[in-house]
């Protein structure tokens, strides 16, 4: 049985994958359209962004800081298709179909 750790940064991924596949964002910005209390933000929303960065699932394009140097994200090719793959995953999630809509 996967951790419960294991699960919600998992789902997290998911979600700020799917955020992103909409529209470059930063991570004030995900974090605003996930509705995370902003406490959380620093606790799992940035380490999640760095993950997703280091598997090279999201880049931050050359010149894409904003002027208050907020780091902008955008999928690659790679991230697209981890996001498709776990997104048929979350088919049979119905949890998972509700928070990503």
Same mark, same amino acid.
């Given at each position: 049985?996967?951790?419960?750790?294991?699960?919600?940064n998992a789902t997290l991924e998911f979600?700020?994958l799917k955020a992103i596949s909409q529209?470059?964002?930063?991570?004030?910005?995900?974090?605003?359209?996930?509705?995370?209390?902003?406490?959380?933000?620093?606790?799992?929303?940035?380490?999640?962004?760095? $993950?997703? #960065?280091?598997?090279?699932?999201?880049?931050?394009?050359? =010149? +894409?800081?904003?002027?208050?140097? %907020?780091?902008?994200?955008?999928?690659?090719?790679?991230? $697209?298709? #981890?996001l498709q793959t776990r997104g048929s995953?979350?088919? =049979? +999630?119905?949890?998972?179909?509700? %928070?990503?809509?």
């Amino acid at each position: 049985m996967p951790k419960l750790s294991n699960l919600r940064n998992a789902t997290l991924e998911f979600l700020i994958l799917k955020a992103i596949s909409q529209e470059p964002a930063h991570g004030w910005g995900i974090a605003k359209s996930l509705q995370l209390p902003a406490g959380e933000v620093l606790s799992f929303l940035y380490p999640a962004l760095r $993950r997703l #960065e280091q598997r090279g699932w999201i880049v931050e394009p050359h =010149g +894409a800081i904003t002027g208050g140097q %907020a780091r902008c994200y955008v999928l690659t090719e790679e991230g $697209r298709q #981890e996001l498709q793959t776990r997104g048929s995953h979350a088919a =049979g +999630a119905p949890e998972l179909q509700a %928070a990503s809509s």
